[in-house]
């Protein structure tokens, strides 16, 4: 199995990256994780984690955070820590992801100027051809934020907005992170249970009740 690197920025979304985690421990995968400056500030307003400015506390709260046996498969880093093994391509991984990434994050790595080690590690990717997947969160995008994607799209990297669907009719906030998560894997080739998958359109029954202004 591989080792993959999920980097923690700023943006609003990190159910997502809880979800990841998970996801990729379960089905087999170590992880190492780091936040950015940012980012744990909006770790602890949305999961009431507290990792420290940096990140520095990350490594004591994981067991707390993801429960014992996920944290057995994850290796937490500060964001300053630039000698951990995802900022060297000489430390096989099987790809980076950013989730959430903030717009900040984009430009530095679009730009390839690495303030901290989430940036080192999407660089890494880029240089050494491996996989990196950045799942922003930001609406509505701006010339500039269009124009970093275009840029990272061409160098190799994959660019998926966290937006869910709801063809598959969710049920809970869960349901809808686990669908973003899931077409992240699905790009990783991960094999994984989350979400629902397409098999078509639902056919109603009949016309009555439907109201026409829906169908317009």
Request: hydrophobic letters at 45%; proline letters at 5%.
């Amino acid at each position: 199995m591989s080792r993959y690197f999920v980097g923690i920025t700023g943006a609003s979304g990190h159910r997502y990256a809880e979800r990841m985690i998970v996801a990729l421990v379960r089905a087999g995968h170590d992880v190492d994780v780091a936040l950015t400056g940012a980012g744990a500030k909006v770790f602890l307003h949305e999961l009431g984690v507290d990792a420290g400015a940096g990140g520095e506390r990350l490594p004591n709260v994981l067991e707390g955070w993801l429960g014992s046996e996920v944290a057995q498969g994850v290796r937490a880093f500060a964001s300053d820590e630039v000698g951990a093994p995802a900022a060297s391509g000489t430390a096989l991984t099987g790809g980076a992801i950013i989730v959430p990434c903030s717009m900040g994050t984009m430009a530095r790595v679009a730009a390839g100027f690495s303030s901290n080690l989430v940036e080192r590690a999407a660089d890494v990717a880029i240089k050494e051809g491996r996989r990196l997947l950045l799942l922003p969160r930001e609406t509505p995008l701006s010339e500039i934020h269009l124009e970093n994607m275009l840029k990272l799209a061409r160098l190799g990297a994959v660019l998926m907005p966290c937006a869910p669907g709801f063809y598959h009719h969710p049920e809970s906030i869960d349901d809808l992170v686990d669908h973003v998560v899931g077409k992240a894997l699905d790009r990783l080739g991960i094999e994984h249970g989350l979400g629902a998958r397409w098999r078509g359109l639902r056919q109603p029954p009949s016309d009555e009740g439907i109201d026409p202004r829906r169908e317009a």
